[in-house]
């Protein structure tokens, strides 16, 4: 089964940058679209940007356009999440996961972005 872990989150200021990374266990990975969400306090998690198995095809929610860039390494099996021009809205604890509308995986801990000054 596999198993994912989110890392890279921290704390920065408003305007600042950040990339986490996904680990993804086992071995369909490279074969599956993945996708980042998010869960702010007291908010449903929510979509943030889908990556296709091969890269080629991106989607983002509109509140991270131009300022997010979701990639992979499918060697690695690693999705990265590249955000820059933070903001305060942007706080969350940041997942990786299949893309919505398939089977997911088990949810991994999740990596917290603060964004504050």
């Known amino acids: 089964q596999v198993q994912l872990v989110e890392s890279g989150g921290g704390l920065v200021q408003p305007g600042g940058s950040l990339r986490l990374s996904c680990a993804a266990s086992?071995?369909?990975?490279?074969?599956?679209?993945m996708s980042w969400y998010r869960q702010a306090p007291g908010k449903q998690r929510e979509l943030v940007a889908s990556?296709?198995?091969?890269?080629?095809?991106?989607v983002y929610a509109d509140s991270v356009k131009g300022r997010f860039a979701i990639s992979r390494d499918n060697a690695k099996s690693l999705v990265y999440l590249q955000m820059g021009s933070l903001k305060p809205e942007d706080t969350a604890v940041y997942y990786c996961?299949?893309?919505?509308?398939?089977?997911?995986?088990?949810w991994g801990p999740g990596t917290q972005v603060t964004v504050s000054s």
């Open positions: 996961n299949r893309r919505p509308g398939t089977p997911l995986y088990p």
């Open positions: 086992g071995s369909d990975f490279s074969a599956n679209s």
């Open positions: 990556i296709s198995s091969g890269g080629s095809s991106i």
